[in-house]
Nanobody, 127 residues
C-alpha cells in the first residue's frame, strides 16, 4: 500500500526556516520522482518543487527559487524540502506526491502526472 506522510510544518516568523519531510512506504522510492505542492486558503494547489530519480534533475517554481531546496535520501525512504527565508505568502498546506511513471524523466510540476498524495502539513509564516 503506497503511503506518503508529510511532517515538519509549523508556525515560523518571516525570514525563518523549516524543513519538511515526506516519508514514503509501499513502493521503492529510488525509482520515482517526487514532487512538492502547496495550497493556500482560497487558492488552487500549485507546484513548488520536484526531484527526479538519482537526483539527476530538480525543478523549482519561480516563487521559491533560491530559497527552497529539495533533496532525497533513498536509504531512509524520505524526500525533504528545506525552506529558508520564508515569507507570509509561503503560508499553505504542503503536500508531497509520487510520480505516476517509473524511472527517469525530467520532473515537472503538473499535478496530473502524480498518482499518490500525502495528507499535507501546515506551514504558517507570520509574526
Amino acid at each position: 500500500q503506497v503511503q506518503l506522510v508529510e511532517s515538519g510544518g509549523g508556525l515560523v516568523q518571516p525570514g525563518g526556516s523549516l524543513r519538511l519531510s515526506c516519508a514514503a512506504s509501499g513502493f521503492t522510492l529510488d525509482y520515482y520522482a517526487i514532487g512538492w505542492f502547496r495550497q493556500a486558503p482560497g487558492k488552487e494547489r500549485e507546484g513548488v518543487s520536484c526531484i527526479s530519480i538519482s537526483d539527476v534533475t530538480t525543478y523549482y517554481a519561480d516563487s521559491v527559487k533560491g530559497r527552497f531546496t529539495i533533496s532525497r535520501d533513498n536509504a531512509k525512504n524520505t524526500v525533504y524540502l528545506q525552506m529558508n527565508s520564508l515569507k507570509p505568502e509561503d503560508t499553505a498546506v504542503y503536500y508531497c506526491a509520487k510520480d505516476a511513471s517509473i524511472g527517469f524523466r525530467l520532473c515537472a510540476l503538473r499535478m496530473e502526472e502524480y498518482d499518490y498524495w500525502g495528507q499535507g502539513t501546515q506551514v504558517t509564516v507570520s509574526s
